[in-house]
């Protein structure tokens, strides 16, 4: 078996600090990984030493350095650019206060002009209540009027019947005698029963006179 050369404890040391800062220079992403050898010292014989010894360390440093400057963005390391937050999908709505104008001045005017026209209106019904209140007493007048020449014409109905009845008288009535011969008893009786049916006749006439001035009046 071959014998492996010790490796000097600086030259550890120096490989674990150039590990480190490979993660730090290279861009995340973009690490490759990177074999270091260790340059043999004046006098020692060149022995290649295994090279899964060293690959091990190493993948395992750069996976740890990998996720730490990605995860931990803080400002303990200066090579280290600190992390931007990437953006939400979702766009960010603001809730926006929308104010409502509305104009109330021809919402007013157009109120009163239809409270003017039920105002009209309302002038118009009672006007005509009014006037058919008129009318109903004009009516109730006029009934009044009417059962007036009802009762006039009931009084010349009786007048008629009474001229008829002098006039039936007349027509049996003897002419006067001379005044020097005796008048019957008869004759004198009938003279007064025909001055009484003239003045009952002149009454009359006086009564359908004045009817007539009163009828033609109403009817004017």
Known sequence: MEDIPNVPAADVSMEDSMAETIPEVVAPGHTEDV???????????????????????IIEDLSDEDIEPIINSGGKRKGVATRIPLLTRKAHHRSKKRKIHV??????????????????????VQSIFISQSTEAKEIGAVKTELQEMRSELGSLKQLVSNISEFVRVQLFI???????????????????????????????????????????????
Request: net charge negative; glycine share 8%; charged share 15%.
């Open 35 to 57: 074999l270091m050898e260790d340059a043999p010292a004046q006098g020692e014989p060149t022995a290649s030493a295994p090279a899964y010894q060293f690959q091990e360390g």
């Open 103 to 124: 104009h109330m001045k021809p919402i007013i005017n157009r109120l009163n002009a239809h409270g003017e026209i039920l105002c009209s209106l309302q002038s118009e």
């Open 174 to 220: 003897p002419a006067p005698l001379p005044p020097t011969q005796s008048v019957p008893e008869e004759v004198s009786q009938g003279h007064q029963g025909h001055l009484k049916l003239r003045m009952l006749v002149l009454g009359h006439q006086g009564q359908w006179s004045q009817w007539q001035s009163q009828l033609g009046l109403k009817l004017l």
